[in-house]
C-alpha cells in the first residue's frame, strides 16, 4: 500500500492509534483507547475543525440509561458533566395543524389524546407502556452487548427477558398516528439506511420517554467533554490543512503528508471519515486510492444552518428540539434546535435537513428550509440572522448520508477493512437508526475492540 509523492518521508511521527477524522464515534473511540493506556492521534480537516460544536452536536440526546452507561464508561466524573440538564420534553413534532410535545410518558400520553392522535387516553397510556417496556429492553441490550468485532471472533449478544422490537400497536400504526411514528424515526436517525430493524426503532421512539439531555451554558457541548477528556488522557487532536497519501512503513499503517515529507503513523489505523469522500480526495492530490475505501458516493447529505435570532422572539412554547414537518418539499423532517449564544440577549437556532448532496443547489435548499420554518413558526419569519457561511470539509465531512442495505442494530458490526493489516473504518451507517446513542455505543465498543486487538 505504497503512497505516491510520498513514498519515503524524511520524518515519522508514531501513536498506538491514528484516527483519521472528527465525528463523534471516532472521538469516543480515542477516548477508551487512551483510557487503556494507549498513545492515540485523532487528525482532523482543518475545515472540520473550524465548523462550530453546535452544528455538530447531536440533535437529541436521550437522557437514561445508555447515556449514562457511556458518560460513565469515557470516564466523565458528574462535576464534568454538570452542565449537562435534562428535560422532559424531549422535543416537539410540529405538523402544520398539530404541535405535539413528546417525552415523558405522562407528557406524551396526553398530547397524543389531546391532538386526537388516538381515540382515549387508555389507548395512549397502553401505547405508551409497551413502547417504554420495549425501549428500556433495547437499552438493557445495548449497553451487555459486545456487538463490535475488529478480528474474526464473533461478538455475542446480549440475552435479556422479554419480547423484542416495536409493538405491533406502533409498528402497524395508520393515519395520524402512523405519521407520528414515521416522523420520528426520519428525523431522529442519524443516517438514512434501509428500513430500520424493529429492534432500533424500539429504542429510537423509546428513547425520548426518558426526555432529552441538553447544556445550558453558551459553548458547552458534548464534542467539548470528550476532547478534554482525551487530553487529559495524553491523547492528541491535530488539524490537516493539506493533501496527503495513506502511507503504511513497515508494518504501520498511517498518513503521508504531501509537500512536508514527513508521516503520521499509528500500529492501527481508524478510518473515521466517509470512505467515498476520502477516497475522492486521494484521486483529486494524485495520491493512490486504497482498495478497501469505497468509491461508491453519497446522494444525500445533512445540511445545517447556524441562525441567531433575539430571545425574546423567540415563542415561548418552543421546546428546546423540535422536529418540523412541512407540507411538502424533498426535505422530509426537518430539525430545529435552540442553543445558548454567547451574545446577551440572542440565542442560536440549528436548522437541519437531509437533502440531496448538490453543491450547487446548497444556497437554494437552504432557502427552502428556512421558508418552511417560516411557515411553521410564522412569529419567527424575517427575524432570523444568519450565521457567517462556513466551510464544506474535502473529506472529514461527517454529514454525508451513504444509504446502506444493512439494518444495523442488533446485527453485528466488523470494523477490519485492510485485510491482515491494523487498519479498521467505523461503519456509522449500520448504527445510524439508534441516533445518537448508535453513534456513542459504536464508539466505546469500538475502542475496546481496538485495544484488545493491540493488546
Given at each position: 500500500?505504497a503512497?505516491?509523492s510520498?513514498a519515503?518521508?524524511?520524518r515519522?511521527?508514531?501513536?498506538?492509534v491514528?484516527?483519521?477524522?472528527?465525528?463523534l464515534p471516532?472521538?469516543?473511540a480515542a477516548?477508551?483507547l487512551?483510557?487503556g493506556?494507549?498513545?492515540?492521534?485523532?487528525a482532523?480537516?482543518q475545515a472540520a475543525?473550524?465548523?462550530?460544536?453546535?452544528l455538530r452536536?447531536?440533535?437529541?440526546l436521550?437522557?437514561?440509561?445508555?447515556?449514562?452507561?457511556?458518560?460513565r464508561a469515557?470516564?466523565?466524573?458528574?462535576i464534568?458533566?454538570r452542565?449537562?440538564?435534562?428535560?422532559?420534553?424531549?422535543?416537539q413534532?410540529l405538523?402544520?395543524?398539530?404541535r405535539?410535545?413528546?417525552?415523558?410518558p405522562?407528557?406524551t400520553?396526553d398530547?397524543?389524546?389531546?391532538w386526537?392522535?388516538v381515540?382515549?387516553a387508555?389507548?395512549?397510556?397502553?401505547?405508551?407502556a409497551e413502547l417504554a417496556?420495549?425501549?428500556?429492553?433495547?437499552?438493557?441490550?445495548?449497553?451487555?452487548a459486545?456487538?463490535?468485532?475488529?478480528?474474526?471472533q464473533?461478538?455475542?449478544?446480549?440475552?435479556v427477558?422479554g419480547p423484542r422490537?416495536?409493538?405491533r400497536s406502533l409498528?402497524?400504526a395508520?393515519?395520524?398516528?402512523g405519521d407520528f411514528?414515521s416522523?420520528?424515526?426520519l428525523?431522529?436517525?442519524?443516517d438514512?439506511p434501509?428500513?430500520?430493524?424493529?429492534?432500533a426503532?424500539a429504542r429510537?421512539?423509546?428513547?425520548?420517554?426518558?426526555?432529552?439531555?441538553?447544556?445550558?451554558?453558551?459553548g458547552?457541548s458534548l464534542r467539548?467533554?470528550?476532547?478534554?477528556?482525551?487530553e487529559a488522557?495524553h491523547?492528541?487532536?491535530?488539524?490537516?490543512s493539506g493533501?496527503f497519501?495513506i502511507?503504511e512503513l513497515?508494518d504501520a499503517?498511517?498518513?503521508?503528508?504531501?509537500?512536508?515529507?514527513d508521516?503520521w503513523?499509528?500500529?492501527?489505523l481508524l478510518?473515521?471519515?466517509p470512505?467515498a469522500?476520502?477516497?475522492?480526495a486521494?484521486?483529486?492530490w494524485?495520491?493512490?486510492?486504497?482498495s478497501?475505501?469505497?468509491?461508491?458516493?453519497?446522494?444525500?447529505?445533512?445540511?445545517?444552518?447556524?441562525l441567531?435570532v433575539k430571545e425574546?422572539?423567540?415563542?415561548e412554547p418552543?421546546?428546546r428540539?423540535?422536529l418540523l414537518?412541512?407540507r411538502q418539499g424533498e426535505t422530509g423532517?426537518i430539525?430545529l434546535s435552540?442553543?445558548p449564544?454567547a451574545?446577551?440577549g440572542e440565542?442560536?437556532l440549528?436548522l437541519s435537513?437531509?437533502?440531496?448532496?448538490d453543491?450547487k443547489?446548497e444556497?437554494?435548499q437552504?432557502?427552502q428550509?428556512?421558508?418552511?420554518?417560516g411557515?411553521?413558526l410564522?412569529?419567527l419569519?424575517?427575524?432570523?440572522?444568519?450565521?457567517?457561511?462556513l466551510?464544506r470539509?474535502?473529506w472529514?465531512d461527517e454529514?454525508?448520508?451513504v444509504?446502506?442495505?444493512?439494518?444495523?442494530w442488533?446485527?453485528?458490526?466488523d470494523?477490519?477493512?485492510g485485510?491482515?493489516?491494523?487498519?479498521?473504518r467505523?461503519p456509522?451507517?449500520?448504527?445510524?437508526?439508534?441516533?445518537a446513542e448508535?453513534?456513542?455505543?459504536l464508539g466505546w465498543?469500538?475502542g475496546d475492540a481496538?485495544r484488545?486487538e493491540?493488546?
Open positions: 500500500m503512497a505516491r510520498a519515503s518521508p524524511r515519522a511521527r508514531r501513536w498506538d491514528l484516527v483519521l477524522g472528527s465525528a471516532g472521538l469516543a477516548v477508551r487512551a483510557m493506556g494507549l498513545r492515540v492521534l485523532v482532523e480537516e475543525s473550524r465548523i462550530p460544536d453546535v452536536e447531536p440533535f437529541f436521550p437522557a437514561g440509561p445508555a447515556l449514562e452507561g457511556c458518560l469515557f470516564g466523565l466524573p458528574p464534568e458533566r452542565g449537562l440538564q435534562v428535560d422532559e420534553i424531549a422535543y413534532v405538523f402544520p395543524d398539530a405535539l410535545d413528546v417525552g415523558v405522562a407528557i400520553t398530547e397524543l389524546e389531546a386526537g392522535f381515540a382515549s387508555a389507548e395512549a397510556e397502553e401505547l405508551m417496556a420495549a425501549a428500556h429492553l433495547e437499552a438493557e441490550a445495548l449497553l451487555r459486545n456487538f463490535v468485532r475488529a478480528g474474526a464473533r461478538p455475542t449478544p446480549a440475552a427477558s422490537g416495536l409493538p409498528s402497524r395508520e393515519g395520524r398516528l411514528v416522523a420520528q424515526l428525523g431522529l436517525a442519524e438514512v434501509g428500513r430500520p430493524s424493529s429492534e426503532r429510537l421512539l423509546g428513547s425520548a420517554l426518558g426526555g432529552g439531555a441538553s447544556f445550558r451554558k453558551a458547552a467539548g467533554l470528550l476532547r478534554r477528556r482525551l488522557l491523547g492528541e487532536l491535530r488539524s490537516l493533501p497519501a502511507t513497515g499503517p498511517g498518513i503521508a503528508r504531501i509537500g512536508h515529507g508521516a503513523l499509528g500500529r492501527a478510518l473515521n471519515a470512505s469522500r476520502l477516497a475522492a486521494l484521486r483529486g494524485k495520491s493512490d486510492v486504497p478497501f475505501l469505497s468509491k461508491r458516493a453519497a446522494r444525500r447529505r445533512r445540511l445545517s444552518l447556524l441567531r425574546s422572539e423567540v415563542p418552543l421546546a428540539r423540535a414537518i412541512p423532517p430539525r435552540r442553543h449564544s451574545r446577551n440565542v442560536e440549528v435537513a437531509v437533502v440531496p448532496d453543491a443547489r444556497a437554494e437552504a432557502a428550509l428556512v421558508e418552511a420554518l411557515d411553521l410564522p412569529v419569519r424575517d427575524r432570523l440572522r444568519p450565521a457567517s457561511p466551510p470539509p474535502l472529514d454529514a454525508l448520508r444509504e446502506s442495505g444493512s439494518h444495523g442488533p446485527d453485528s458490526v470494523l477490519r477493512v485485510g491482515r493489516r491494523p487498519i479498521f467505523l456509522r451507517e449500520q448504527m445510524a437508526s439508534l441516533g448508535g453513534e456513542l455505543l465498543r469500538a481496538i484488545e493491540l493488546s
